[in-house]
């Protein structure tokens, strides 16, 4: 934002971040939740055996799933319209209204999932008799619902301080219930799941405890807002979210049921490859955490300047965002390639060898899936959230297909593949959906885009491409223009004096030599 262009007056008391403090923010807390979660997710590959891992990744996958289409997608219309209501002054009523029917529905999700167990048993384990385990996964459903509805709603108040507390405490949470009951109680599933739902209940309290002493600090109501002008408004932006949840959510586990269900593997060995294919994910999900975290970071702040009329700041912003996460991304799945065969063969002891052959095809679909879900929020300003759904509908359609044709054919590397091809295409038809609505790219945001692709060549051809990715940006203006390089170093500045680092300036008496073979004047 242009510092002449000051933010809408806050209440006294109640703060909101700014984007470069935002940032800040989500880098520093999520290299710690990163760690946690590495260490995490090490550690459970190693107690769990292959099997018992595969159940672990479908139920997680199904809480992914079922979690925002239980509550029908409203925690994820917050980033759009909180701040429109904020400003209507109608700002406690949506949020009461929307606690509400959230609890009622999450309430009645859990109930649907105990009363048919068997049933859900064989869609998330392909097989009927875990139903006990069904059971409980329900009751853990409705604390995510909860911790994820507190978590949504304070992004979109831009109260980025707290959100990354309440992260941070649901990681250790997750993290040391996990460990606790793996080694002291059942080394299954069970404990896994139990610790998951202990996370977000300690991170659910401590955030109602929070909101208790926030609440008095949000602005009163100046006007009343009727029901029917709140859910005419709020329903088919929130419906387009919920269907466009959905087949993220479906993107994102299709291949595994794929696997359960289509694959010529009994149903052992389809759990034994859901769980190398888990390991495969351990650190390609953490760099798309990171991006969906900055997708959903970056929203009220670009919907702030969508309401206010300057849409070419919107596109400016999010096209500079893109091409910084493109190389960010590229670079870390690089870095991630090199350090694999430590990974599986030492960490993991040669356990999940399916995994290694995965990794550079999970690593180059997550990123491409965190560009979507970043470019997509052009999409959610111009309140065109079906575009981004029909998108996702045709990466999910090509998807299925593709996993139908190479899963019987090639087992787990034909699921990777299906979804790598699906999950490209996803990403490019949401950056062309966006040029239609008059988003301009420029040659530097597709060429960092379809870097990932050299990962599936090796190690050496991925390090090539990205040394000379690094002499292209640092030597020409090819995918950085001079302005953004401009930007770039003023914001890196900016961060530099965060952190309390002076740069002195050169001393006067030097500057005033003239370079070397100039006239002096």
Same mark, same amino acid.
């Given at each position: 934002?242009?510092?002449?262009?000051?933010?809408?007056?806050?209440?006294?008391?109640?703060?909101?971040?700014?984007?470069?403090?935002?940032?800040?923010?989500?880098?520093?807390?999520?290299?710690?939740?990163?760690?946690?979660?590495?260490?995490?997710?090490?550690?459970?590959?190693?107690?769990?055996?292959?099997?018992?891992?595969?159940?672990?990744?479908?139920?997680?996958?199904?809480?992914?799933?079922?979690?925002?289409?239980?509550?029908?997608?409203?925690?994820?219309?917050?980033?759009?319209?909180?701040?429109?209501?904020?400003?209507?002054?109608?700002?406690?009523?949506?949020?009461?209204? #929307?606690?509400?029917?959230?609890?009622?529905?999450?309430?009645?999700?859990?109930?649907?999932?105990?009363?048919?167990?068997?049933?859900?048993?064989?869609?998330?384990?392909?097989?009927?008799?875990?139903?006990?385990?069904?059971?409980?996964?329900?009751?853990?459903?409705?604390?995510?619902?909860?911790?994820?509805?507190?978590?949504?709603?304070?992004?979109?108040?831009?109260?980025?301080?707290?959100?990354?507390?309440?992260?941070?405490?649901?990681?250790?949470?997750?993290?040391?219930?996990?460990?606790?009951?793996?080694?002291?109680?059942?080394?299954?599933?069970?404990?896994?799941?139990?610790?998951?739902?202990?996370?977000?209940?300690?991170?659910?309290?401590?955030?109602?405890?929070?909101?208790?002493?926030?609440?008095?600090?949000?602005?009163?109501?100046?006007?009343?807002?009727?029901?029917?002008?709140?859910?005419?408004?709020?329903? +088919?932006?929130?419906?387009?979210?919920?269907?466009?949840?959905?087949?993220?959510?479906?993107?994102?586990?299709?291949?595994?049921?794929?696997?359960?269900?289509?694959?010529?593997?009994?149903?052992?060995?389809?759990?034994?490859?859901?769980?190398?294919?888990?390991?495969?994910?351990?650190?390609?999900?953490?760099?798309?955490?990171?991006? #969906?975290?900055?997708?959903?970071?970056?929203?009220?702040?670009?919907?702030?300047?969508?309401?206010?009329?300057?849409?070419?700041?919107?596109?400016?912003?999010?096209?500079?965002?893109?091409?910084?996460?493109?190389?960010?991304?590229?670079?870390?799945?690089?870095?991630?390639?090199?350090?694999?065969?430590?990974?599986?063969?030492?960490?993991?002891?040669?356990?999940?060898?399916?995994?290694?052959?995965?990794?550079?095809?999970?690593?180059?679909?997550?990123?491409?899936?965190?560009?979507?879900?970043?470019?997509?929020?052009?999409?959610?300003?111009?309140?065109?959230?079906?575009?981004?759904?029909?998108?996702?509908?045709?990466?999910?359609?090509?998807?299925?297909?593709?996993?139908?044709?190479?899963?019987?054919?090639?087992?787990?590397?034909?699921?990777?593949?299906?979804?790598?091809?699906?999950?490209?295409?996803?990403?490019?038809?949401?950056?062309?959906?966006?040029?239609?609505?008059?988003?301009?790219?420029?040659?530097?945001?597709?060429?960092?885009?379809?870097?990932?692709?050299?990962?599936?060549?090796? +190690?050496?051809?991925?390090?090539?491409?990205?040394?000379?990715?690094?002499?292209?940006?640092?030597?020409?203006?090819?995918?950085?223009?001079?302005?953004?390089?401009?930007?770039?170093?003023?914001?890196?500045?900016?961060?530099?004096?965060?952190?309390?680092?002076?740069?002195? +300036?050169?001393?006067?008496?030097?500057?005033?030599?003239?370079?070397?073979?100039?006239?002096?004047?």
């Amino acid at each position: 934002m242009n510092p002449a262009e000051p933010e809408q007056a806050q209440p006294v008391g109640f703060r909101t971040d700014s984007l470069a403090e935002s940032v800040m923010l989500l880098l520093g807390m999520a290299l710690l939740q990163r760690v946690v979660g590495f260490v995490r997710g090490i550690f459970f590959c190693g107690w769990l055996a292959p099997e018992q891992l595969g159940e672990w990744d479908m139920a997680y996958g199904f809480f992914l799933m079922a979690a925002p289409v239980a509550v029908l997608g409203l925690p994820g219309s917050f980033g759009r319209y909180l701040e429109y209501y904020r400003q209507q002054g109608q700002l406690r009523t949506i949020l009461r209204r #929307t606690g509400r029917t959230c609890t009622i529905l999450g309430v009645a999700a859990m109930i649907v999932v105990g009363c048919f167990g068997p049933w859900f048993s064989q869609l998330i384990f392909g097989r009927p008799d875990r139903a006990e385990v069904v059971v409980l996964i329900g009751v853990v459903l409705l604390l995510v619902i909860a911790y994820n509805f507190l978590t949504e709603m304070l992004t979109a108040l831009r109260m980025f301080r707290m959100v990354s507390v309440l992260q941070f405490l649901n990681s250790m949470a997750f993290a040391g219930l996990g460990v606790a009951l793996l080694v002291s109680w059942h080394h299954d599933v069970t404990s896994v799941v139990v610790a998951f739902g202990g996370a977000s209940l300690v991170g659910g309290v401590v955030g109602l405890l929070w909101l208790r002493q926030a609440w008095k600090a949000l602005p009163l109501d100046t006007k009343p807002l009727p029901h029917g002008q709140l859910w005419v408004k709020l329903l +088919p932006y929130a419906g387009w979210m919920w269907i466009c949840n959905l087949l993220y959510n479906l993107f994102e586990v299709a291949d595994r049921y794929m696997l359960i269900h289509y694959s010529k593997y009994n149903q052992h060995d389809a759990l034994v490859a859901v769980g190398n294919y888990h390991s495969s994910r351990i650190i390609p999900l953490l760099l798309l955490t990171v991006a #969906t975290m900055l997708g959903a970071m970056i929203t009220p702040h670009l919907s702030h300047d969508w309401e206010a009329g300057r849409h070419e700041a919107v596109a400016r912003r999010l096209n500079l965002t893109l091409k910084m996460l493109g190389f960010a991304l590229y670079a870390a799945s690089v870095l991630i390639l090199l350090g694999a065969p430590f990974l599986f063969g030492v960490l993991l002891h040669g356990k999940y060898q399916g995994g290694l052959t995965a990794l550079p095809w999970t690593l180059a679909y997550c990123s491409w899936l965190g560009l979507a879900v970043v470019a997509q929020n052009y999409l959610l300003c111009a309140e065109c959230a079906w575009l981004s759904s029909a998108a996702f509908l045709g990466g999910l359609l090509l998807n299925v297909a593709l996993n139908l044709w190479w899963v019987p054919q090639h087992g787990l590397i034909g699921a990777v593949w299906a979804t790598a091809v699906a999950k490209l295409t996803a990403m490019a038809l949401i950056l062309i959906c966006n040029q239609r609505l008059g988003m301009a790219y420029d040659r530097g945001v597709w060429s960092l885009a379809l870097l990932p692709i050299a990962l599936g060549g090796g +190690p050496l051809l991925a390090v090539v491409v990205l040394v000379a990715a690094v002499v292209v940006i640092v030597r020409s203006e090819t995918i950085f223009s001079k302005p953004e390089k401009m930007e770039l170093r003023r914001v890196l500045g900016h961060f530099v004096r965060k952190l309390g680092i002076r740069l002195e +300036p050169a001393p006067a008496a030097l500057e005033a030599q003239p370079a070397p073979g100039n006239s002096a004047s």
